[in-house]
Protein backbone atom coordinates (compact mmCIF):
# COMPACT_ATOMS: atom_id res chain seq x y z
CA UNK A 1 0.00 0.00 0.00
CA UNK A 2 1.38 3.62 -0.30
CA UNK A 3 1.77 5.82 2.07
CA UNK A 4 3.86 7.88 4.53
CA UNK A 5 6.48 5.82 7.43
CA UNK A 6 7.44 7.44 10.19
CA UNK A 7 9.66 5.68 13.02
CA UNK A 8 9.73 5.22 15.75
CA UNK A 9 6.20 5.56 17.05
CA UNK A 10 7.18 6.62 20.39
CA UNK A 11 10.54 7.58 21.28
CA UNK A 12 12.25 8.96 24.94
CA UNK A 13 15.66 11.18 25.13
CA UNK A 14 17.35 12.15 28.09
CA UNK A 15 18.52 15.80 27.73
CA UNK A 16 21.54 16.55 25.97
CA UNK A 17 21.05 13.87 23.06
CA UNK A 18 20.15 14.44 19.36
CA UNK A 19 17.67 11.96 17.86
CA UNK A 20 16.50 11.48 14.62
CA UNK A 21 13.18 10.60 13.38
CA UNK A 22 12.25 9.01 10.34
CA UNK A 23 10.10 9.35 7.50
CA UNK A 24 9.66 7.48 4.51
CA UNK A 25 7.34 7.64 1.76
CA UNK A 26 6.40 5.22 -1.35
CA UNK A 27 4.04 7.74 -3.10
CA UNK A 28 6.41 9.27 -5.43
CA UNK A 29 5.89 12.80 -4.43
CA UNK A 30 8.27 15.61 -4.72
CA UNK A 31 7.63 17.94 -1.70
CA UNK A 32 7.99 16.58 2.03
CA UNK A 33 7.16 18.08 5.48
CA UNK A 34 7.47 18.17 9.05
CA UNK A 35 5.76 19.63 11.47
CA UNK A 36 5.38 20.06 14.87
CA UNK A 37 1.97 19.17 17.07
CA UNK A 38 1.42 20.49 20.75
CA UNK A 39 -1.77 20.34 22.47
CA UNK A 40 -4.64 23.20 22.14
CA UNK A 41 -2.12 24.56 19.06
CA UNK A 42 -2.61 24.08 15.35
CA UNK A 43 0.25 22.58 13.76
CA UNK A 44 3.69 24.24 12.99
CA UNK A 45 5.84 23.99 10.11
CA UNK A 46 9.81 22.63 10.64
CA UNK A 47 11.22 22.69 7.48
CA UNK A 48 10.25 21.70 4.26
CA UNK A 49 11.73 20.22 0.93
CA UNK A 50 9.74 20.43 -2.81
CA UNK A 51 13.11 18.31 -4.73
CA UNK A 52 16.01 15.97 -3.53
CA UNK A 53 18.92 18.04 -2.18
CA UNK A 54 16.82 21.05 -1.23
CA UNK A 55 15.17 22.11 1.90
CA UNK A 56 13.87 25.00 3.58
CA UNK A 57 13.03 26.45 7.42
CA UNK A 58 9.74 26.76 8.23
CA UNK A 59 8.21 28.70 11.30
CA UNK A 60 10.18 26.62 14.24
CA UNK A 61 13.05 25.69 12.74
CA UNK A 62 15.70 26.20 15.46
CA UNK A 63 16.99 23.29 17.01
CA UNK A 64 16.13 21.03 14.34
CA UNK A 65 17.84 19.62 11.34
CA UNK A 66 16.86 17.83 7.99
CA UNK A 67 18.54 16.24 4.84
CA UNK A 68 16.50 15.09 1.60
CA UNK A 69 19.53 12.29 -0.25
CA UNK A 70 16.54 10.37 -1.86
CA UNK A 71 12.84 11.48 -2.81
CA UNK A 72 11.19 8.93 -0.87
CA UNK A 73 13.25 9.88 2.21
CA UNK A 74 12.92 13.02 4.80
CA UNK A 75 14.79 12.25 8.13
CA UNK A 76 14.70 15.17 11.42
CA UNK A 77 17.00 15.34 14.06
CA UNK A 78 15.96 16.83 17.17
CA UNK A 79 19.08 18.77 18.52
CA UNK A 80 20.14 19.43 22.31
CA UNK A 81 19.76 23.14 21.17
CA UNK A 82 15.74 22.70 20.43
CA UNK A 83 14.99 23.85 24.21
CA UNK A 84 11.13 22.14 24.44
CA UNK A 85 11.23 18.96 21.86
CA UNK A 86 8.61 16.94 24.00
CA UNK A 87 5.81 16.60 20.82
CA UNK A 88 4.02 14.98 18.82
CA UNK A 89 5.83 14.67 15.15
CA UNK A 90 3.76 14.16 11.83
CA UNK A 91 5.60 14.10 8.37
CA UNK A 92 3.13 14.63 5.24
CA UNK A 93 4.20 14.60 1.61
CA UNK A 94 2.29 16.14 -1.29
CA UNK A 95 2.12 15.82 -4.85
CA UNK A 96 2.40 19.32 -6.07
CA UNK A 97 5.95 21.23 -7.41
CA UNK A 98 4.25 24.89 -7.89
CA UNK A 99 5.35 27.26 -5.78
CA UNK A 100 2.22 28.42 -5.39
CA UNK A 101 0.19 25.52 -4.36
CA UNK A 102 0.62 22.98 -1.87
CA UNK A 103 -1.76 20.61 -3.62
CA UNK A 104 -3.71 17.49 -1.31
CA UNK A 105 -1.68 16.87 2.13
CA UNK A 106 -1.29 12.80 3.33
CA UNK A 107 0.55 12.20 6.64
CA UNK A 108 2.24 9.67 8.25
CA UNK A 109 0.78 8.50 11.83
CA UNK A 110 3.30 10.28 13.87
CA UNK A 111 6.09 9.85 16.47
CA UNK A 112 5.82 10.81 19.71
CA UNK A 113 8.85 12.32 21.63
CA UNK A 114 9.62 12.76 25.06
CA UNK A 115 12.54 14.52 26.95
CA UNK A 116 12.94 13.14 30.23
CA UNK B 1 0.46 35.76 8.29
CA UNK B 2 -2.63 33.28 7.82
CA UNK B 3 -4.32 33.34 10.84
CA UNK B 4 -6.67 30.20 11.41
CA UNK B 5 -9.50 30.01 14.01
CA UNK B 6 -11.53 26.94 14.88
CA UNK B 7 -14.42 27.33 17.11
CA UNK B 8 -15.12 25.47 19.45
CA UNK B 9 -12.72 23.76 20.45
CA UNK B 10 -14.94 20.98 21.73
CA UNK B 11 -18.52 19.55 20.59
CA UNK B 12 -20.29 17.10 21.89
CA UNK B 13 -23.90 15.36 19.97
CA UNK B 14 -26.06 12.86 20.40
CA UNK B 15 -25.94 10.15 17.14
CA UNK B 16 -27.89 11.32 14.29
CA UNK B 17 -27.38 15.17 14.54
CA UNK B 18 -25.68 16.92 11.81
CA UNK B 19 -22.51 18.78 12.93
CA UNK B 20 -21.46 21.71 11.57
CA UNK B 21 -17.83 22.95 12.24
CA UNK B 22 -16.50 26.50 11.61
CA UNK B 23 -13.29 27.67 10.13
CA UNK B 24 -12.07 31.36 9.65
CA UNK B 25 -9.19 32.78 8.22
CA UNK B 26 -8.01 36.26 8.18
CA UNK B 27 -6.01 36.36 4.33
CA UNK B 28 -8.44 35.69 1.50
CA UNK B 29 -5.60 35.27 -0.72
CA UNK B 30 -5.52 31.62 -0.24
CA UNK B 31 -5.14 28.81 -2.91
CA UNK B 32 -6.60 26.03 -1.40
CA UNK B 33 -8.28 24.61 2.02
CA UNK B 34 -8.10 21.00 3.59
CA UNK B 35 -10.44 19.96 6.32
CA UNK B 36 -8.80 16.42 8.07
CA UNK B 37 -9.64 14.07 10.81
CA UNK B 38 -7.24 13.12 13.68
CA UNK B 39 -7.85 10.06 16.19
CA UNK B 40 -6.15 10.55 19.51
CA UNK B 41 -2.30 9.18 18.85
CA UNK B 42 -2.70 9.32 14.82
CA UNK B 43 -1.54 11.40 12.26
CA UNK B 44 -3.91 13.21 9.87
CA UNK B 45 -6.64 11.79 7.41
CA UNK B 46 -7.11 14.38 4.84
CA UNK B 47 -11.58 14.44 4.28
CA UNK B 48 -11.67 16.80 1.59
CA UNK B 49 -9.30 19.91 -0.43
CA UNK B 50 -11.16 22.82 -2.24
CA UNK B 51 -9.31 24.58 -4.36
CA UNK B 52 -9.89 28.99 -4.42
CA UNK B 53 -11.75 28.61 -7.31
CA UNK B 54 -14.22 26.24 -5.82
CA UNK B 55 -17.05 26.93 -3.22
CA UNK B 56 -17.74 23.41 -1.77
CA UNK B 57 -16.62 19.57 -1.96
CA UNK B 58 -18.82 16.78 -0.91
CA UNK B 59 -17.77 13.46 -0.12
CA UNK B 60 -20.43 10.76 1.30
CA UNK B 61 -21.57 12.10 3.99
CA UNK B 62 -19.47 15.27 4.44
CA UNK B 63 -19.70 18.67 2.92
CA UNK B 64 -17.20 21.45 2.93
CA UNK B 65 -18.05 25.06 1.58
CA UNK B 66 -15.34 28.03 0.96
CA UNK B 67 -16.69 31.68 1.08
CA UNK B 68 -13.50 33.74 0.63
CA UNK B 69 -15.25 36.82 1.02
CA UNK B 70 -16.43 36.42 4.46
CA UNK B 71 -13.19 34.26 5.34
CA UNK B 72 -15.24 31.32 6.78
CA UNK B 73 -15.23 27.38 5.60
CA UNK B 74 -17.78 25.14 7.09
CA UNK B 75 -17.63 21.33 7.17
CA UNK B 76 -20.57 19.79 7.48
CA UNK B 77 -21.37 15.98 8.94
CA UNK B 78 -24.65 14.13 8.20
CA UNK B 79 -26.67 12.17 10.58
CA UNK B 80 -23.21 11.92 13.01
CA UNK B 81 -22.44 8.50 14.04
CA UNK B 82 -19.85 7.22 17.38
CA UNK B 83 -17.47 6.43 14.62
CA UNK B 84 -17.52 10.13 13.68
CA UNK B 85 -15.85 10.97 17.01
CA UNK B 86 -12.27 12.95 16.33
CA UNK B 87 -10.97 16.14 15.89
CA UNK B 88 -11.12 18.10 12.79
CA UNK B 89 -8.53 20.46 11.48
CA UNK B 90 -8.73 23.09 8.81
CA UNK B 91 -5.39 24.24 6.71
CA UNK B 92 -5.26 26.99 4.33
CA UNK B 93 -2.59 26.81 1.46
CA UNK B 94 -1.19 30.16 0.88
CA UNK B 95 1.48 31.67 -2.00
CA UNK B 96 4.04 29.14 -0.64
CA UNK B 97 4.52 25.26 0.77
CA UNK B 98 2.86 26.27 4.01
CA UNK B 99 -0.63 25.63 5.27
CA UNK B 100 -1.51 27.37 7.92
CA UNK B 101 -3.42 25.02 10.49
CA UNK B 102 -6.11 25.40 13.05
CA UNK B 103 -6.03 24.15 16.77
CA UNK B 104 -8.87 22.02 15.17
CA UNK B 105 -12.16 20.99 17.11
CA UNK B 106 -12.85 17.79 19.31
CA UNK B 107 -16.27 16.25 18.22
CA UNK B 108 -17.91 13.32 20.47
CA UNK B 109 -20.65 11.90 18.93
CA UNK B 110 -22.56 10.16 21.93
CA UNK B 111 -24.76 6.96 20.56
Known amino acids: DGGITQSPKYLFRKEGQNVTLSCEQNLNHDAMYWYRQDPGQGLRLIYY???????QKGDIAEGYSVSREKKESFPLTVTSAQKNPTAFYLCASSISTTTANTGELFFGEGSRLTVL | KQEVTQIPAALSVPEGENLVLNCSFT??????LQWFRQDPGKGLTSLLL?????REQTSGRLNASLDKSSGRSTLYIAASQPGDSATYLCAFGSNDYKLSFGAGTTVTVRA
Open chain 2, 27 to 32: DSAIYN
Open chain 1, 49 to 55: SQIVNDF
Open chain 2, 50 to 54: IQSSQ
